[in-house]
């Protein structure tokens, strides 16, 4: 039953975008027609379907969410998306280009005007300013900056002042503070005057006259504590605060460990600068993910999937390239053995089982120690012990499944000798499958690179090369 109101709205979603995709090609097919047509006011009937479709559009996509229009536009070709695009209303530029992927950004970015762009930057927050910057140009950077009032210039320049993936690029500036030495009752009279919360509100942030944090002050405790009596007594005087420098990785980890709406930022000097929210934290987990996926893949960076052939080789061919080169190596290491093969052919048809096999086991431990890697729980002294369990494991597979196959390969091809060194290649295989899956990220790790950076490629070509040289040169020095 808890699914049922995602599920829901994932199909409300689908029936927008096949509703929008419904109305341009209804567009496409009836200019078509009536550019074929030989008839009277040709252009005039082209305009007036041509705006009748465009209204109908306009409809269609007025009251959806910013990030249902940015899910729209991420389904659309770039043609169709530019079209829709161009109706979206004024003053929801900015809100759109926040949610929607940064490589579709930057298409729709390079359609609009300087002017248009200080207009969607400017209706933003000063925090998701900072988010849109490294997009800008910089005169139009310099243009917002300029139209800000002060106190909002001062917090954008702290804003992108932080290094990306820190707490202090993901804060927002927006949140509500009282004094400790005033009644409840002022706190309630002091909310009912604002028009609303700021988003994810759940406690308000107790500072003195210095602006230092004292506390928090729980909406659930305000509204059930006496309203005479003060925030002092309220208030929760010790919780959970962040630093602005602190990795965004290390409090989105403090945001599940203690299940957190919000948390407050302070500077040195324990000052209150700004809060973290759980919409933020949930955001950057789901870019890092995303990051990691294309990373495992051999991919530099998101890509639009409408982009154009050219855009989509330049992210992709760095890894190829090295995909290329090692599988050029294993194709050398086979040809070492072309004597071996052509004096028995089953040779050639099982090699692919034994490193295909440890390719999947090292990939398996890659993904582990990646992951271990993220959420910080692999410290300098556990390396040996996780190499010492990864060779357990693949020493384990190893025995089993190399004997399984082993034993498949002695009925299949009546050779008992043959199906030894099958078994034997494929635990020494596993095993190297395994050393390689702590192996590789942990120099990426050391030398500070990103761990799941092109690692699934890296194992591949050490299981392959590493794989047939084990299978076939067991099969020279043993059967032949």
């Given at each position: 039953?808890?699914d ?6 994932v ?42 479709h ?72 000063a ?38 993936g ?60 006496d ?20 990795p ?7 945001f ?27 955001d950057?987990i ?22 154009t ?24 290491v ?61 020493t ?51 030398f ?13 070509a ?19």
């Amino acid at each position: 039953m808890t699914d049922a109101p995602a599920r829901l709205e994932v199909e409300s979603l689908q029936e927008n975008l096949r509703a929008v995709q419904d109305v341009l090609r209804r567009q496409h097919v009836v200019e078509s027609l009536v550019q074929r047509q030989d008839m009277p006011r040709h252009e005039l009937v082209e305009q007036l379907v041509h705006k009748q479709h465009l209204a109908e559009l306009k409809t269609r996509l007025e009251p959806l969410h910013p990030a249902d229009l940015a899910y729209i536009l991420e389904a659309l070709p770039q043609e169709e998306r530019l079209q829709v695009w161009a109706l979206v209303r004024a003053g929801r530029e900015g809100e759109i280009l926040l949610e929607v992927s940064d490589a579709v950004r930057e298409t729709l970015i390079a359609t609009m005007d300087p002017k248009e762009l200080v207009a969607a930057a400017g209706a933003l927050e000063a925090d998701e300013i900072a988010d849109l910057a490294p997009d800008l140009p910089e005169n139009v950077i310099e243009d917002v900056i300029r139209a800000l009032p002060q106190e909002e210039r001062e917090q954008l320049r702290a804003a992108m002042s932080y290094e990306e993936g820190t707490v202090g690029a993901l804060m927002d500036f927006e949140q509500i503070t009282v004094r400790e030495d005033v009644t409840l009752e002022v706190v309630t009279r002091y909310l009912r005057r604002l028009d609303e919360l700021p988003g994810h509100t759940d406690q308000l942030f107790v500072v003195d006259r210095e602006q230092k944090l004292r506390g928090t002050l729980p909406l659930a405790r305000l509204i059930v504590t006496d309203l005479e009596s003060e925030v002092l007594a309220a208030m929760v005087p010790e919780g959970v605060k962040l630093h602005p420098e602190d990795p965004a990785e290390d409090a989105a980890q403090a945001f599940e460990r203690y299940d957190l709406v919000s948390a407050p930022v302070v500077d040195h000097f324990g000052r209150l600068v700004g809060r973290l929210t759980v919409d933020a934290v949930v955001d950057h987990i789901r870019e890092k993910s995303a990051e990691t996926q294309l990373a495992e893949g051999g991919l530099a960076k998101e890509e639009d999937i409408f982009a154009t052939a050219w855009a989509s080789f330049r992210n992709r061919w760095s890894w190829l390239a090295v995909n290329l080169v090692t599988a050029f190596v294993a194709s050398r290491v086979i040809s070492l053995f072309e004597g071996s093969i052509g004096q028995l052919v089953a040779l050639a048809a099982l090699m692919p089982i034994v490193a295909g096999i440890g390719g999947n086991s090292g990939n398996q431990t890659i993904t582990m120690i990646v992951r271990a890697l993220a959420l910080g729980q692999i410290q300098a002294t556990y390396w040996p012990k996780l190499v010492a369990k990864e060779l357990g494991v693949a020493t384990l597979n190893g025995v089993i499944w190399g004997g399984i196959l082993g034993i498949a390969t002695w009925m299949l091809y009546d050779n008992v000798a043959l199906g030894g060194v099958m078994a034997l290649a494929m635990l020494l295989t596993l095993l190297l499958g395994a050393g390689m899956g702590v192996l590789i990220p942990y120099l990426r790790a050391r030398f500070e690179r990103d761990p799941a950076v092109g690692s699934s490629v890296l194992v591949t070509a050490c299981t392959d090369s590493g794989g047939f040289f084990i299978f076939l040169g067991l099969a020279t020095l043993f059967l032949l």
